[in-house]
């Protein structure tokens, strides 16, 4: 299954371009998967299952994210209350 999967082909959201799946899996420079993996490849196949099918070895931690994603309006809250308190504290001084 794994040569399968690796000619899948969508477009990237962080390159802007087309890229198979096998260059997602090595962020193309043979290192660990890319980051959004998961949230990119979930709709083609079972990405998680297609994991855990990988040895621990290959894939050190890659299953064992302690912290899901903050969802995006949670984020720009938080981006927002941060630059508030920064504007007040150059205010005071």
């Known amino acids: 299954m794994e040569a399968n999967v690796d000619n ?3 477009r990237c959201p962080r390159l802007g371009g087309d890229v198979n799946f096998g260059y997602c899996r090595s962020c193309g420079e043979g290192q660990s998967p890319c980051p959004k993996i998961f949230d990119c490849w979930w709709e083609y196949f079972d990405v998680v299952a297609f994991f855990r099918a990988c040895s621990e070895e290959e894939n050190p931690g890659l299953l ?5 994603p903050k969802p995006k309006v949670a984020s720009l809250m938080e981006l927002i209350h941060g630059a508030k308190s920064r504007l007040a504290q150059a205010s005071d001084i």
Do not use: I
Not at 64 to 68: A, E, I, K, R, V
């Open 64 to 68: 064992g994210s302690p912290d899901p």
């Open 8 to 10: 899948l082909e969508r």
